[in-house]
């Protein structure tokens, strides 16, 4: 991967190969691209119900995992209602 050290303290959102998409504040990452999360939330969603957001706190995610990383907008981000969204879940990433 690029460069991550623009990232680091800054609210990003990662999706992982199996569908998940994760939102934290990036505290570090290593040269294997590995990435440690503090205050994060898996957003899980659902078309019967919003998007949940489930608390994980302090979180590693490997970095052979991840497919994609973006900087997060923390005003545009708050000024969504979550609850009212209906989206399918991401399915995996197959190669």
Known sequence: MASLQG???HRVLLILQDGRAIV???AGYDQK???VLSDSKE???SMDEGVEEIPLGLYLVKG???????ELDENADQAVDLSSIRAEPLPPIRY
Do not use: A, E, K, T
């Not at 052979?64 to 973006?70: E, F, N, P, R, S």
């Open 24 to 26: 934290g504040i990036m």
């Open 33 to 35: 691209s590995n990435v």
């Open 7 to 9: 990232y680091v303290d």
């Open 64 to 70: 052979d995992q991840i497919v994609l990383i973006g």
């Open 43 to 45: 957003r899980v969603y």
